[in-house]
């Protein structure tokens, strides 16, 4: 039996799933920050319960990687101080988010969450590492749809333009 063949927890983690599993969790205290910010310039009560459920998803993330890291004797990253709530009243009509640009990097924010998810469950050798980040992977995938859905019933998204160029027969 080699290294790798016993109960996942007992096995070392990699330089990869080290540096994945570290990356991930400062971009998600990153983005519990820019979250909390954001939904300060929020005026549609659906976007801020998305992001309110965000946020959620995001600390529920924290919580087990740094649990996961520590196991490992891998020193945590910082955390950003929690960001103090405002009215949005009080913000400068031309220094507020709008709504549609905060649906917007929610989608990205998101979408990039997605990819990392993907690499590190590509990367990791621990099944148990992978396993976690496929949970988290169907979590944002979720959240994903949501986002989706509500910015198409508010008419938030920009389509790109569409191509309909079909080819004649001359021109195949």
């Not at 920050?33 to 976007?47: F, P, R, S």
């Not at 801020?48 to 993330?61: D, G, M, P, S």
């Not at 220094?95 to 993907?118: K, N, P, T, W, Y």
């Not at 998204?157 to 309909?164: A, D, E, F, G, S």
Request: proline share 6%; hydrophobic share 40%.
């Amino acid at each position: 039996m080699g290294i790798l063949s016993g109960n996942p927890k007992e096995e070392p983690m990699h330089y990869g799933e080290v540096f994945g599993a570290w990356s991930f969790l400062t971009a998600a205290k990153a983005m519990i920050a820019a979250y909390q910010t954001k939904i300060n310039h929020v005026g549609d009560k659906e976007l801020k319960e998305l992001i309110e459920e965000a946020i959620k998803q995001c600390k529920q993330e924290e919580k087990e990687i740094e649990a996961l890291l520590k196991e490992n004797g891998v020193g945590l990253p910082p955390t950003p101080p929690d960001r103090p709530k405002a009215a949005l009243e009080e913000i400068p009509v031309g220094a507020r988010f709008l709504d549609q640009e905060i649906s917007a990097a929610l989608s990205a924010s998101i979408a990039a969450g997605l990819v990392a998810c993907s690499t590190i469950m590509g990367e990791s050798l621990r099944e148990d590492i992978g396993m976690m980040f496929g949970q988290f992977h169907v979590q944002k995938a979720a959240l994903g749809v949501k986002a989706l859905r509500l910015a198409k019933e508010k008419g938030w998204i920009i389509v790109p333009p569409l191509h309909n160029h079909h080819l004649t027969k001359e021109e195949k």
